[in-house]
């Protein structure tokens, strides 16, 4: 089941959040710019080590089979 809410303001989220883990449902938040932007940086500082030698990427068959 999927619940998406719009246009709720930030008071009510919260409210509407805790009440969701005091009732140990899972909810999954929306990466906010800064940690996605931040992963970016990450990603990209993978690939520079890779491209140095210090490290070895994970291929893309490897990840789906994660997945």
Do not use: C
Not at 22 to 41: F, N
């Amino acid at each position: 089941m999927e619940l998406v809410l719009k246009n709720i303001s930030p008071k009510d989220y919260t409210l509407i959040f805790d009440l969701a883990h005091r009732l140990g449902i899972q909810v999954e938040e929306k990466p906010d710019h800064a940690s996605i932007i931040e992963d970016l940086r990450e990603a990209v500082e993978e690939i520079k080590m890779a491209e140095a030698g210090k490290s070895k990427l994970q291929n893309a068959r490897d990840l789906i089979n994660e997945l």
